[in-house]
């Protein structure tokens, strides 16, 4: 049987964080989907097609990865949509941990899918889509936290002070 894994999160934007479970999470099944989940009442910094082609670009040409967007919808019905059999979540530390378990426990309650929890690469333990844009806007170097072309798309968006 294969194993399909969906990756959530809304990558606004990727970071190196998010690649780097990403890239684990396929050593761990056939197919991972990278779900970016959005709300469309809000506008977040890119929009989500420029979040796509940022993925995309980023994760390269693997067959085994899939960038698909979905709005307005609970995770557990994007894993049946796609026929997963579990999530993937990074785990940067205790506070994602304690973020992340109720929501792992609701979406098992919900539909039985389970949740494999990865911890994420000690670099990149301090960083955060939401921390990484204000430290850009505020003029601070993020190089070395997200890819370079996701930094370039950053200057074009978000000009720094």
């Known amino acids: 049987m294969a194993t399909r894994a969906v990756c959530p999160g809304s990558y606004d934007p990727v970071t190196n964080g998010h690649v780097d479970v990403i890239r684990r999470a396929v050593q761990l099944c056939d197919e991972v989907v990278v779900a970016i989940l959005h709300n469309p009442a809000k506008s977040g910094t890119f929009p989500v097609a420029r979040r796509e082609q940022l993925l995309r670009e980023c994760l390269g040409d693997d067959p085994r990865v899939r960038v698909e967007s979905f709005a307005d919808t609970l995770l557990v019905d994007v894993c049946a949509q796609v026929e997963a059999t579990s999530i993937v979540k990074g785990l940067r530390g205790g506070t994602d941990f ?21 911890p994420g690469d000690p670099a990149f333990e301090h960083v955060s889509s939401s921390l990484v844009k204000e430290v850009h806007r505020f003029g601070g170097d993020v190089s070395g936290l997200v890819p370079d072309v996701v930094l370039a798309a950053l200057r074009e968006a978000i000009p720094a002070r």
């Open 98 to 118: 304690a973020y992340e378990l109720p929501m792992a426990l609701m979406n098992r309650h919900l539909t039985g899918i389970e949740t494999v929890f990865l």
